[in-house]
Nanobody
Framework: VQLVESGGGLAQAGESLRLSCVVSGSTFSNNDMAWYRQAPGEQRELIATITGSGSTDYKAFVKGRFTISRDNAKNTVYLHMASLAPEDTAVYYC??????????????WGQGTQVTVSS
């Protein structure tokens, strides 16, 4: 299984970015997917999940600003980030895992893509 992220870069506060993650080596439409991020000196944290059936969930600190979506025809999961703030600066990681009940279990990682937000 391979996950390749793209779409990171430099943004100013208030701007938007869209991250993409292309998955290969797996039956994508069956997979639960997630986005994580890791800021310098911090632990990696879960941002949002999307199940194979398209159900989504978000952590409170991004709810209303970030949107996770998927295109099964393109084997791609997206993270649209709006109203970016400097505290959103981090390396963003795509993950293929399993949603069991209310918990998400991470299995495969992408290499990460840097997002830097200036004030």
């Amino acid at each position: 299984v391979q996950l390749v992220e793209s779409g990171g870069g430099l943004a100013q506060a208030g701007e938007s970015l869209r991250l993409s993650c292309v998955v290969s080596g797996s039956t994508f439409s069956n997979n639960d997917m997630a986005w994580y991020r890791q800021a310098p000196g911090e632990q990696r944290e879960l941002i949002a999940t999307i199940t194979g059936s398209g159900s989504t969930d978000y952590k409170a600190f991004v709810k209303g600003r970030f949107t996770i979506s998927r295109d099964n025809a393109k084997n791609t999961v997206y993270l649209h980030m709006a109203s970016l703030a400097p505290e959103d600066t981090a390396v963003y990681y795509c993950n293929l895992g399993r949603m069991i009940g209310q918990y998400y279990y991470a299995d495969y990682w992408g290499q990460g893509t840097q997002v830097t937000v200036s004030s």
